[in-house]
């Protein structure tokens, strides 16, 4: 079967003084695509680090990660940073949206910053800042939203280019509950609509029941949770 990310006997571990901090342990994981999968675990599971590493950002101690069949290991830098703007967004509890750029222009930069064509790519913002209920807000700074909000204009940026996988860490740890259950709805809807599978890492609960498959991050392990 071939999975859109796939891990084999990943393990992460840190020098420290005195020996090794050794974070994740020989993890096999799969995601395929269009599925919503949640990891859930305590603080300091490995969690972040997991994301961290299928996402491109770090490189694990020893074992590979697998992008639609292709090795990971193996990119260059070039096509690390392709494989960024071609194939993941990313979403955290902070929104980390630009404090000086309206909505919309936070929105388009993915699309910016790939050099695609400013006209298409300004529709398929707005498309998405309607998709996410924020049209009407979109010539407005950060610091004219609510966190809820911002959290939703950060989810359609993520979207922006159109991603096979949307890596989200903790992306309602921030909301209150309203504003969560808002998230967690949209999440759902947009799954649907546009096909993006998501990897989600959360202490939430109630976000954690959307999940398509659920894996349980512990001790360094990282398993899939019978549902």
Same mark, same amino acid.
């Given at each position: 079967? %071939? ?28 995601? %395929? ?11 300091g ?53 630009? %404090? ?11 699309a ?33 939203? %609510? ?17 096979s ?63």
């Open positions: 079967m %071939s999975f859109l990310l796939e891990t084999r006997g990943l393990s992460k571990s840190y020098r420290e003084t005195g020996g090794n901090l050794e974070i994740l342990k020989d993890v096999n994981f799969q995601l %395929s695509e269009g599925c919503i999968v949640v990891l859930t675990g305590a603080s599971s490995g969690k972040s680090t997991f994301l961290n590493i299928v996402g491109a950002l770090d490189k694990p101690t020893e074992g590979s990660v697998f992008f639609n069949g292709k090795n990971m290991d193996k990119f260059s830098r070039h096509e690390i940073n392709l494989f960024h703007r071609k194939n993941l967004g990313f979403m955290f509890q902070f929104h980390h949206l630009l %404090s000086e750029f309206t909505a919309l222009e936070n929105v388009l930069m993915p910016r910053i790939d050099k695609r064509n400013k006209s298409d790519s300004t529709k398929k913002a707005l498309e998405l800042l309607d998709a996410v209920g924020l049209l009407e807000r979109a010539q407005h700074l950060p610091r004219e939203l %609510s966190g809820g909000e911002r959290q939703r204009v950060a989810l359609a940026r993520a979207l922006m280019n159109n991603p996988l949307i890596i989200a860490d903790e992306p309602s740890g921030n909301l209150d509950e309203k504003n969560a259950e808002m998230l967690k709805q949209l999440i759902l809807e947009l799954n649907e609509k546009f096909g993006q599978a998501f990897l989600i890492a959360t202490h939430d609960m109630n976000l954690a029941e959307i999940a398509t498959h659920r894996w349980v991050v512990a001790r360094g392990t990282i398993l899939p949770l019978c549902q």
